[in-house]
């Protein structure tokens, strides 16, 4: 047995071994046939060599990420303890300026954080049509949020336009208060909620009253031509067939369209059949559509969504092989 201890002057002790010792508890399952102890800025590492030397690189990764952004969740401390090495300087530590998708208000940096975000922003580079396919919180919609943003900052597209089905999940928008607009403004708001993270109030107000930046329900998209925009279709399985291909079909010339979709999440009505797995069927092989899908590893929401995630889709492989 060896012993090595590793010291965290350069960093916020109290950040890195987290709210009651939240990262310590989970530093400790990662690697449990190593014994850490917490000493004041130190941490002491016993064990095998190749166990300890593990668990070094890795707490050496998060102490970088700190070092270079002064906070660290626990769902970006799991990642980092979990992924390669070269994966995680990729994704969390070596980051250029270069990777940056959107500078926000007050110094806030908006970056693809997961390895398929990543292949999500390299897809959009490459297709002017791209299907990003997955569950809750892994990103879909802020990401390609962030792709539109800079893509109308750096003056490729003169406009975004941000939809979504406005299709009741168990509630009525008919007993909703207000007029047509505030009735639908909350099936749009987590548009807004990432467009308000990189886009300071003022100007954002600005390119909502010129229209550079408009929100509206998919309906509203019927017999327009949608040139140099960029375009974002969320919450698409709630999108009939006749939607889809009407929504796809509106895209006019130096245009690009980002499609979101989490399949496990349908609100149509029972006998009302969702047009996302088709349109990703038959669009698939065509030169210019590309199609991601994402994971439960892609969630950066609180760490028991990713849990969450993983029981439902182990449930729903039961009902399928054992149904009623």
């Known amino acids: 047995m060896t012993e090595t201890i590793i010291n965290l002057e350069s960093v916020n002790p109290i950040e890195f071994f987290g709210v009651n010792n939240g990262k310590l508890d989970i530093l400790k399952k990662k690697f449990p046939l190593v ?65 940056v998708l959107v500078f926000g208000p007050h110094g806030k940096t908006v970056r693809a954080r997961t390895a398929n975000q990543k292949k999500l922003v390299e897809a959009v580079d490459k297709n002017d049509i791209v299907f990003a396919i997955g569950p809750a919180g892994t990103g879909k919609t802020y990401t390609a949020v962030a792709l539109a943003v800079r893509a109308l900052k750096n003056k490729q597209v003169k406009k975004i336009i941000l939809t979504r089905p406005a299709v009741e999940a168990g509630e009525n928008l008919g007993f909703l208060p207000g007029d047509l607009k505030e009735k639908i403004d909350p099936y749009l708001r987590p548009l807004y909620d990432a467009l308000d993270d990189m886009i300071p109030a003022d100007k954002l107000g600005y390119y909502m009253t010129t229209r550079t930046i408009e929100i509206a329900p998919l309906a509203y998209m019927r017999g327009r031509t949608l040139d140099n925009a960029f375009i974002i ?76 995630i993983k029981a439902y889709d182990k449930e729903h492989l039961r009902e399928l092989e054992n149904p009623r």
């Open 233 to 308: 279709l969320d919450e698409a399985q709630n999108a009939t067939d006749l939607q889809l291909k009407m929504f796809l079909t509106r895209i006019g010339a130096n245009a690009k369209a980002i499609i979101n979709g989490d399949i496990s999440q349908i609100d149509l009505p029972p006998k009302v059949k969702s047009g996302l797995e088709k349109s990703v069927r038959i669009l698939g092989n065509i030169e210019g559509i590309g199609k991601i899908v994402l994971n439960e590893e892609d969630v950066v929401r609180h760490k028991l969504v990713k849990a969450i």
């Open 35 to 99: 014994k850490i102890l917490s000493r004041g800025t130190q941490i002491k590492l016993s064990g095998a060599p190749d166990q300890i030397g593990d668990a070094r690189d890795k707490i050496n990764l998060a102490v970088q990420y700190l070092e270079k952004h002064g906070q660290m969740s626990e769902n970006y401390f799991e990642q980092i303890l979990g992924g390669d090495d070269e994966k995680v300087i990729d994704n969390f530590v070596e980051r250029n300026p270069v990777d």
